[in-house]
């Protein structure tokens, strides 16, 4: 435990330093407690307290807004912990500066107190901070917020103290006052058994509407454009079937290594850590068939029967559509970097893929015959994340055979990451002398672009401020449902048990700052297709 000699005294409500309304169209967040458990960890550092600093900067919390950090350290204090989040967000990418006046805004918000989590006694420790940080608030008000930021071993155990210590009640409905909500981060189990089994213990002691479960590509501004772009244009849906898509390719590469994860790493292996979540849901929100309306239920009903469609892997199938390999030493922007069985805490033997490539099929309607192209790597040539829509071939083509042999399909681009926008490439012919159109003129691709920066002049909300927002809002669309982290399993689960029971004699490579193994581009060559090189 942590013993503390003096108490801070509690925020009591008062206005921000820069209290000021919300920008036109964001709500602010309902007053809570945030309970961050594993706050000295990556994820609090790196993503959790930059998110809290930057809706603290856009007046989107409440002035009530307090964070109660939890980790086992005993050494902790609300002192040290305050210095480790200011150094944490000093050193943040997301913190364009830091505001020294906002900083002392948040400071006396943030508090800590420390407990092992998987011990039911050392709840009562969290439950006397709390009544202490709530004990000016009225009780309605009193809602709380609870985060696992822990390793996903301790999810269980953790769930269940919750509940056991009643310091998460569950609620009847969405509109109960106070409010108790549990972020759950991913994985989200490792198999689909063991996902199912947390979502049975998570809706044993919470309803489905306290529940939220983090995919944080969804808080992605490009992700959730994909939605606006398909059903708010009348351009797009009408092509948007395998009548005019030839195929899709999904891409999510990483110029990172382990960076100090190379114990969770081994564990999870690239499918667990970016397909069973990530990958999936940027190819449910392309395939799937407008909602109902735009409903967190209704959205997720469409993402499931996505999901419920893709056709299963098996045994048989799995060596003709997966391609898996590993990293060697090479060199990622201009540095030498060591292969993927010299990293930290990694077994010089270890068969984990921390790249694949993999052809799906979605067997409905819309989609039959389409193939869906999903690649990701750790240690690939640049970090981008896109998916491209390839358009098919004009039926006929008039012009000559030179002209013919250069012309490359309509590509449709939506850009997730770096530099988010869209781009829309087609043929034009290039300016010259004036020719018969049937000759060979020359013609060339170009792209017509938009990008978010430029169009609206301001950088795009990082994806944890968009999901911390909405948790606190109570809005779930952006969350994945139980069945429909179940149903992303089940399209994951063969694959993995089929690699994991099947070690390759040989594991294919790749160096570090390539675009992957020969494997990969040969999956979709065979198909008369190649993998785009984005460009960023
Ligand atoms: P870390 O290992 O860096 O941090 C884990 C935190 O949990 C530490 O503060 C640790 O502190 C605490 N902790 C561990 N066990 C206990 C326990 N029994 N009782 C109390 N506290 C405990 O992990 P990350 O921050 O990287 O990841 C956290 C979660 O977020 C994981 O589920 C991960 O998969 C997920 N995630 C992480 C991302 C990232 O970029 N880091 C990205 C997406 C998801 P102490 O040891 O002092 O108790
Ligand atoms: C996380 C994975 O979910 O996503 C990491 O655990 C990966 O391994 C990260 O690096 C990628 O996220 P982003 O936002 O950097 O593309």
């Known amino acids: 435990m942590n013993p503390r000699d003096a108490r801070d005294p509690v925020i009591s409500p008062r206005p921000m330093q820069h209290e000021r309304a919300p920008e036109p169209g964001r709500d602010r967040a309902d007053p809570c407690t945030m309970i961050i458990l594993g706050a000295l960890g990556d994820l609090s550092r790196r993503k959790l307290l930059p998110a809290i600093y930057q809706l603290m900067h ?31 967000l000093k050193e943040s990418d997301e913190v364009e500066q830091f505001d020294d006046a906002l900083w002392q805004d948040l400071c006396p918000r943030l508090h800590f107190v420390s407990a092992d989590l998987t011990k039911a006694e050392d709840y009562a420790a969290i439950g006397k901070e709390l009544e202490h940080l709530e004990a000016k608030c009225p009780p309605e008000q009193r809602n709380r917020l ?76 490009t992700v959730q454009n994909v939605l606006v772009l398909r059903f708010a244009n009348s351009i797009f849906e009408p092509i948007w079937n395998r009548q005019w898509i030839q195929h899709v390719q999904i891409t999510a590469a990483e110029t990172v290594g382990m960076e100090g994860r190379g ?89 984990r893929p921390t790249f694949a490539a993999l052809r799906l099929a979605v067997d409905n309607w819309r989609w039959n015959g389409v193939p869906f192209y999903l ?36 590509v449709l681009v939506m850009r997730v990451q770096p530099n988010e926008g869209v781009s829309l490439s087609f043929q034009v012919k290039v300016p010259g ?38 948790v606190m809002i109570g809005e779930a669309t952006l969350f994945t449902r139980s069945d429909e982290v179940e149903a992303a399993w089940r399209v994951i689960d063969p694959l993995i048990q089929y690699w994991e029971s099947h070690p390759p004699k040989r594991m294919p490579t790749y160096a570090a700052g390539s675009w992957g193994p020969r494997e990969g581009d040969e999956l979709i060559e065979e198909d008369g297709v190649e993998w785009r090189e984005p460009e960023v």
């Open 58 to 88: 856009e007046h989107l919390v409440d002035e009530r807004f307090t964070v109660l950090g939890v980790a086992r350290d005993g050494a902790q204090t609300d002192d040290t912990f305050r210095a480790a989040m200011a150094k944490a």
């Open 146 to 221: 609870f985060y696992l930021a822990v390793p996903p071993s301790v999810f269980e155990p953790i769930v269940c103290n919750l509940s056991k210590s009643g310091l998460a009640p569950r609620t009847k409905t969405q509109d109960e006052r106070p409010w108790t909500r549990i972020v759950v981060e991913k994985p989200f189990g490792r198999s689909f058994e063991t996902a199912q089994r947390l979502n049975n213990m998570l809706l044993g002691m919470f309803a489905e509407h306290q529940t939220y479960r983090i995919d944080h590509y969804l808080g992605k501004e």
């Open 263 to 351: 114990k969770y790493y081994e564990e999870a292996g690239v499918v667990r850590d970016m397909f069973q979540n990530h990958l999936l849901q940027l190819l449910t929100l392309v395939a799937m068939e407008p909602p109902a309306q735009m409903s967190a239920n209704s959205v997720r009903d469409e993402k499931v029967k996505v999901l419920r469609s893709i056709r299963w892997l098996t045994e048989e199938t799995i060596p003709h559509n997966a391609v898996r390999a590993q990293y060697t030493a090479g060199t990622v922007g201009g540095k030498s970097v060591a292969g993927y069985r010299q990293e930290p805490d990694v077994s010089p033997e270890s068969i």
């Open 375 to 410: 690649r990701s790597g750790k240690r690939l040539a640049k970090r981008v994340s896109e998916i491209a829509v390839q358009f098919r071939s004009p039926p006929h083509l008039m012009f000559g055979h030179e002209t013919r042999a250069a012309m490359r399909p309509n």
């Open 433 to 470: 002398a004036a020719v018969a159109l049937t000759s060979n003129i020359e013609i060339a691709p170009v792209n017509m672009e938009f990008d978010y920066t430029q169009a609206f002049g301001e950088v795009t909300a990082p994806a944890y401020e968009t999901l911390l927002l909405d």
